[in-house]
Structures are given as C-alpha cells and as structure tokens.
Nanobody, 119 residues
Framework: QVQLVESGGGLVQAGGSLRLSCAASGSIFSIDVMGWYRQAPGKQRELVAIITTGGSTSYADSMKGRFTISRDNTKNTVYLQMNSLNPEDTAVYYC?????????????WGPGTQVTVSS
C-alpha cells in the first residue's frame, strides 16, 4: 500500500506565495510521474503541473511563470511553489504519483489540501 501526505496549504492574500509538499510512503519500487491537480468549487479537477523522473516539467497555461514544480527522488516528495497567487487559484490541490509497486504501476492521489487566496 502507498500513502500520500500533503502539507502547505492555507490562507494567503492575493500576490502572496505558498509552497505545497506531498510525500509518498509505503511499498514503493519507483515513482514515474509526479504532479499536482486542483479542483475549485463547482469545477472539474484540472492539471496544474507534472514532473517526470528525469525532471521534465509541464504546466497549465495559467500557471506558467507563477508556479514551479520540483521533486526530491530521495524523499519520494514533490513540491509546488506558488507565487503571485490570485483569488482564481483558490481550490483544493491534490498531488498525484504514478508508482511502481509489486503488482505493477498504479496511480495514487493525495487527500487534498485547501488553498484559499483572499482579495
């Protein structure tokens, strides 16, 4: 079994910054893609950013230049540095890992962490 634990969400004023973290633990052979998604009230879950094992990154257009995704493979952890936050970034943020376990590759999601940006 694999568990994901997120941290770093909270309330911030517009223009502020937050750093999210998500660590995986359990029966992990390796981790392929790590990423962050978010879901605002009344909206579908959307991609924020992903990062591959080799460090290649991809961002949703509205996050480019403001958000930075990174990973520490030694700690099975992914980070999301969010700068210049605005109220439209208010959402529950979920981390995502594609993990190789004994039975093959599985997708895992964190429980979500709330980010609220006040105007």
């Amino acid at each position: 079994q694999v568990q994901l634990v997120e941290s770093g969400g909270g309330l911030v004023q517009a223009g502020g910054s937050l750093r999210l973290s998500c660590a995986a633990s359990g029966s992990i052979f390796s981790i392929d893609v790590m990423g962050w998604y978010r879901q605002a009230p009344g909206k579908q879950r959307e991609l924020v950013a992903i990062i591959t094992t080799g460090g290649s990154t991809s961002y949703a257009d509205s996050m480019k230049g403001r958000f930075t995704i990174s990973r520490d493979n030694t700690k099975n952890t992914v980070y999301l540095q969010m700068n210049s936050l605005n109220p439209e970034d208010t959402a529950v943020y979920y981390c995502y890992f594609r993990v190789r376990v004994t039975s093959g590759w599985n997708n895992y999601w964190g429980p979500g962490t709330q980010v609220t940006v006040s105007s």
